[in-house]
């Protein structure tokens, strides 16, 4: 189970999920109570090691601007919560960035298709607010067998491995789960997450 942990801004929760297993580390780079600037996260690069993707996060910027703050944060993943097209993905490529397809579980058959990206995440209506959702509406959905994608949205230690299963999913991403209060991450609920979701 590939696990991504969200809305990082502190060195140290950077360490505690590297640290407890962590695949990824998210860095929100757009309006939001977690937002970090890119010197905050080329700060915090210095805690990610090779073999870990550290992702820029980003909502509704254009293309253009989310890959120059990300190239500037020294970040070569961008995460996009946005209406993108197929035209978009190859711009991200064009620019020699990897990325991730944020689609809300309500989108179209169409956008759960495989536009090239290299990961998919299929969130909540709205990133980041700790909504849960019909996790197994996602199960027979034919675009996602054989795909790796993301889960997110209202996931936490206590849940993420029954919504996994459900869900069919390869990977999964949590931010306000691993939350104290909005913004603040709980050290603890970090390394019970990844033990969970692994587990
Ligand atoms: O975290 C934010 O505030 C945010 C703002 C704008 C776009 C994306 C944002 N976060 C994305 C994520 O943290 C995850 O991809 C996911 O939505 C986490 O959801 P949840 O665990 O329900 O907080």
């Not at 990897?98 to 995440?121: C, P, S, Y």
């Amino acid at each position: 189970m590939f696990v991504k942990i969200c809305g990082l801004s502190t060195p140290e929760s950077v360490r505690v999920a590297v640290e407890a297993g962590a695949d990824a580390v998210g860095f929100v780079l757009t309006a939001s109570p977690r937002a970090v600037s890119p010197s905050q996260v080329s700060g915090m690069l210095a805690d990610v090691p090779a073999g870990v993707t550290a992702i820029g996060v980003f909502r509704h910027e254009p293309v253009a601007d989310a890959l120059a703050i990300a190239r500037a944060a020294g970040l070569e993943w961008i995460q996009l919560h946005a209406d993108l097209t197929p035209e978009d993905v190859t711009t991200v490529h064009d620019a020699g960035m990897k990325l991730i397809r944020a689609v809300t579980m309500a989108a179209t058959a169409d956008a759960f298709a495989d536009w090239g990206e290299e990961l998919l995440l299929i969130d909540a209506a709205v990133p980041g607010s700790g909504e849960t959702w019909d996790y197994a509406s996602m199960v027979d959905v034919t675009a996602l067998q054989d795909r790796n994608w993301l889960l997110a949205g209202g996931l936490n230690p206590d849940n993420v491995s029954q919504a996994a299963a459900a869900a069919g999913a390869w990977g999964v991403d949590v931010s306000s789960g691993v939350e104290v209060s909005r913004g603040v991450k709980d050290l603890d609920k970090i390394r019970a997450f990844v033990k969970a979701a692994k587990g």
